[in-house]
């Protein structure tokens, strides 16, 4: 029997299974369709195959990071969660992953990456909090700046900046999508019957962190939970695939046990930290060697290609000893 897939994912909080939308999007997805994948749940994106997260390493050794990507995989594995859909259905459900993708995801952005108060106090302090040093101190930014260009690149304006007139426009375009999300849904338990599909992973992925994270600015989740399906819809999904961090209270998270698929809790975890650190510190340096951030004086490279002979070195020994 073939070695099952490997989908490497950001931990979870706020009781929610990860914290990041792609990953939730994709642990959705797996869990309606039953694909027998082995979870790694990491906070170092590093120690992903493919530099970031989500990340699924097929049993070809094959790394895929988009989840339509992913879902695309697993499809061809026939796990397939929309296999009962019709043609209307289907074309249904790109319509509206391709409305999310517009009109939520880049409000979901701005929320939790650019909003001054949202950033510092919960995405930059969890992320930071989670990492391991020395990557706490520079990778929260360098993904807020990742997030800033996925944000540009969807509003199709390279020289976007952020600011009142900015937030308002998002979060109405934000607002009028989780409307026809709710209409659509309607009281339905999932947007096409009752078995979820590959847009209920889209919605819950989406929908999941306004709904449970706590943000200083939450007018983005004030919204989401005046419609009463959309918040039961999310709340429904935890509670029937991912019970345990659906019913865990903030307290206990961090005193919670370690999953079996984590390699992060495993025996000789400091030596791992230790090594995993080193390794970054060395990363870092080789970058700025090679950037030409820090340079070898040439006055140096004499004595470092020129040891000094060991048999002078005791010459003057014995003579000191004389």
């Not at 200083?216 to 989740?221: A, D, E, I, S, T």
């Not at 992060?264 to 970058?287: C, E, I, T």
Request: aromatic share 10%.
């Amino acid at each position: 029997m073939a070695a099952p897939d490997e989908l490497f994912c950001w931990e979870g909080d706020w009781g929610l299974p990860s914290v990041s939308t792609d990953c939730l999007v994709v642990l959705a997805y797996a869990q309606f369709a039953g694909a027998p994948l082995k979870l790694r749940k990491i906070c170092n994106p590093w120690r992903s195959p493919g530099g970031s997260l989500p990340a699924l390493r097929t049993n070809q050794n094959e790394t895929l990071s988009r989840p339509s990507d992913i879902i695309i995989h697993l499809r061809k594995q026939k796990f397939n969660a929309d296999f009962d859909l019709s043609a209307k259905e289907g074309a249904d459900s790109l319509a509206f992953i391709s409305l999310l993708e517009e009109k939520l995801m880049p409000a979901l952005i701005y929320t939790f990456w650019v909003e001054p108060k949202n950033f510092v106090e919960v995405t930059r302090r969890w992320y930071a909090e989670h990492m391991m040093f020395p990557l706490n101190f520079f990778l929260p930014g360098r993904m807020q700046s990742r997030q800033l260009e996925k944000l540009r690149l969807l509003r199709g304006d390279e020289h976007l900046e952020a600011g009142e007139e900015l937030e308002k426009e998002l979060y109405r375009d934000a607002a009028e999508c989780m409307n026809l999300l709710s209409q659509r849904l309607g009281s339905h338990k999932f947007f096409f019957g009752d078995s979820p599909s590959s847009l209920d992973a889209y919605v819950f992925g989406h929908l999941a962190p306004i709904l449970k994270c706590r943000l200083p600015n939450g007018k983005l989740q004030q919204h989401l939970k005046s419609l009463d399906n959309l918040s039961d819809f999310c709340s429904n999904i935890l509670l029937l695939y991912f019970p345990r961090d659906g019913r865990e209270p903030p307290a206990q998270k961090a005193a919670a046990a370690p999953e079996a698929g984590d390699f992060d809790n495993v025996p000789n975890k400091r030596r791992k930290q230790f090594l995993s650190a080193l390794f970054a510190l060395g990363a870092m340096l080789s970058y700025a060697l090679l950037t030409g951030m820090v340079s070898i004086q040439h006055g140096h490279q004499e004595a470092l290609e020129e040891p000094p002979d060991p048999e002078h070195i005791g010459a003057h020994e014995e003579e000191g000893d004389g």
